[in-house]
């Protein structure tokens, strides 16, 4: 995305590194591809991964921030081919417990302001 155009975002997303686990949703039982998430927001994320799923496609993502787990269904709203044969893959979180999402909340939350003194 370019830095140009106003954010269609009705979540604002958070630059960050955490590891996620993908894999397609109707095969539960897979082993999921391990990638990072570049970016997310309780709207969704961005990892890149080395296989394209199509958008559209249903996910089941499990992120690991700051010693916490959040797991989420998702549907993958773009992929974009990288010229190292790997995908840029933004998803729509279309599942997530209320457990999960303020696990979310709480990461994304800024920092709390120190007192001076």
Known sequence: MTQNRP???RFPRVPSQYEVGVRKADERKSIP???TVHDVGL???RFVSRESFGEGALLWLTIIPKKSIVEA???VAYELPKK???FEIGVEFVE???RDKA???KILAPPAAQPVG
């Open 7 to 9: 954010s269609r975002r």
């Open 33 to 35: 591809l391990v990638s």
């Open 43 to 45: 709207g969704g994320c």
């Open 73 to 75: 269904k998702a549907r």
């Open 84 to 86: 190292d044969k790997t």
């Open 96 to 98: 997530i417990s209320p």
């Open 103 to 105: 696990t979310l909340e």
